[in-house]
């Protein structure tokens, strides 16, 4: 596609429910990362792709956290047993490729806002 | 691992006037530094960036400079324009990672 896609755009969930965030990437796009941002914070790194593989898991902040990608494109957030620290947006980007020397240009997608109520 | 801290949170200037937006990063290794433009509703969008072997960059109104023995890189924008308002990231590489440490952010206000 044109750019990166994130589905929903908006979630409203009850604590203790799953949800699941979904990133499209641009097409042939080889790397996806996915960054948190909460209110009046910076992006917080969760999880970085290259391909199918997930080189990089570090920012994940629990083990109710974990992510999928399939295909080399779409990619799955999963957060299971939402608590309300969970609300913030969830940003997903993609990069053509990974650059050894860390100059990767990423583009990011609108965000899916997540609120557990 | 890499730290960024971003200075102000919060800028206002007069339509026209220069804004000036300062990140420090930590590890000096940090080899790729971008700035990001975030307006109301969508994603960050890269504006500018800067490798470590450039001391400044420069495109139309926007410019980075960047300082390896400080360790600390800058965005300047000259003749801002009320499209200017949104929240500006800087960025740092994390060395012997594919992943960037960004700074909190900082809100860009241009008053007509």
């Known amino acids: 596609g044109a750019g990166v896609s994130q589905s929903p755009s908006n979630k409203v969930t009850e604590k203790g429910k799953d949800v699941e965030l979904r990133c499209d990437p641009i097409s042939g796009h080889t790397a996806l990362y996915w960054y948190r941002q909460s209110l009046g914070q910076g992006l917080e790194f969760l999880i970085y792709?290259?391909?199918?593989?997930?080189?990089?898991k570090s920012g994940l902040p629990s083990d109710r956290f974990s992510a999928e990608r399939t295909g080399g494109s779409v990619s799955t957030l999963t957060i299971q047993r939402t608590q309300q620290e969970d609300s913030a947006v969830y940003l997903c980007a993609s990069s053509p490729w990974v650059d050894p020397s860390g100059a990767n240009v990423l583009t990011f997608g609108a965000g899916s806002r997540l609120t557990v109520l | 691992g890499e730290n960024v801290e971003q200075h102000p949170s919060t800028l206002s200037v007069q339509e026209g006037d220069s804004a000036v937006i300062k990140c420090t990063y930590s590890?000096?290794?940090?080899?790729?530094f971008p700035w990001y433009k975030q307006e109301l509703g969508k994603g960050p969008q890269l504006i500018i960036d800067?490798?470590?072997?450039?001391g400044e960059k420069k495109d139309q109104r926007i410019a980075v400079t960047l300082n390896k023995t400080a360790k600390h890189f800058s965005l300047h924008i000259t003749e801002t324009q009320p499209e200017d308002s949104a929240v500006y990231f800087c960025?740092?590489?994390?060395?012997?990672?594919?992943?960037?440490?960004f700074g909190t952010g900082t809100r860009l206000k241009v008053l007509a």
């Open positions: 800067i490798r470590s072997n450039v």
């Open positions: 792709f290259q391909g199918n593989s997930a080189p990089d």
């Open positions: 960025a740092a590489s994390d060395p012997g990672t594919y992943k960037y440490i």
């Open positions: 590890d000096s290794a940090s080899n790729y």
